[in-house]
């Protein structure tokens, strides 16, 4: 991929359950950016978190940040329906916005 | 609802039209950028526009030529293109390019392009 890895490439889960995906990147960062892409649509930004942070919370989200393991993940909690998406990791090496291959996740009512 | 519009939606060319993609941001954000997505795939940069010069060109072939008229306005011209280039074409903005936090990218809802 053009940046790392993401982990699973495809989830599945019942509404209700958490829902984990993780993201590798390859180099230094600033911050890393999740996103979450409908089917056919545009990319909506989560959540960013900076470097210096381990660990960060919105809503029904919460990111935490490794970066002596380059890595990262998203944790859904009591996921919905409505969170079924292809989710995406993003930095920007050399000023460039670049993307994880993404998870997609389905979540069953 | 996304800040960023796309023009059009869809968008149905023969190899040798010449079309364009438009895009248009009200954000006061100083960079723009293309970005070409496959299915199943993430998006791939394109282009990035920073302060209205094309700062980041990814060895992107000439058939596709970026323009960016002033601060709130981007398209993409379309020349010659190949069935393999069908794909969505997504417009994005952020108050500048780089790393900072300013980076944070916003998407407008693509337009689907297919080449016949």
């Known amino acids: 991929s053009q940046q790392g890895e993401e982990d699973p490439q495809a989830l599945s889960i019942q509404e209700g359950e958490n829902a984990t995906m993780n993201c590798s990147y390859k180099?230094?960062?600033?911050?890393l950016q999740w996103y979450r892409q409908n089917s056919g649509r545009g990319l909506v930004h989560l959540i960013l978190?900076?470097?210096?942070?381990r660990e960060k919370h919105s809503g029904r989200l919460r990111v935490t940040l490794d970066t002596s393991k380059k890595s990262s993940s998203l944790l859904i909690t009591a996921s919905r329906a409505a969170d079924t998406a292809s989710y995406f990791c993003?930095?920007?090496?050399?000023?460039?916005?670049?993307f994880g291959d993404g998870t997609t996740l389905t979540v069953k009512p | 609802d996304t800040e960023v519009t796309q023009t059009p939606k869809h968008l149905v060319m023969g190899m040798t039209n010449k079309k364009s993609l438009k895009c248009e941001q009200h954000?006061?954000?100083?960079?723009m950028y293309w970005y070409k997505q496959k299915a199943k795939k993430p998006p791939e940069l394109m282009f990035v526009?920073?302060?209205?010069?094309?700062?980041i060109n990814e060895s992107v072939p000439s058939r596709f030529s970026p323009e960016c008229p002033n601060s709130s306005l981007l398209n993409l011209h379309l020349h010659a293109l190949q069935p393999e280039d069908s794909a969505l074409y997504l417009c994005?903005?952020?108050?500048?390019?780089?790393?900072?936090?300013?980076?944070?990218?916003?998407f407008g809802e693509g337009s689907w392009l297919t080449v016949v």
């Open positions: 994005a903005s952020s108050q500048v390019a780089g790393q900072g936090p300013g980076n944070t990218i916003y």
């Open positions: 180099t230094s960062i600033n911050n």
């Open positions: 978190i900076r470097s210096n942070e």
């Open positions: 993003a930095t920007a090496p050399y000023g460039k916005s670049t």
């Open positions: 954000m006061g954000h100083r960079a």
């Open positions: 526009y920073s302060y209205e010069k094309l700062s």
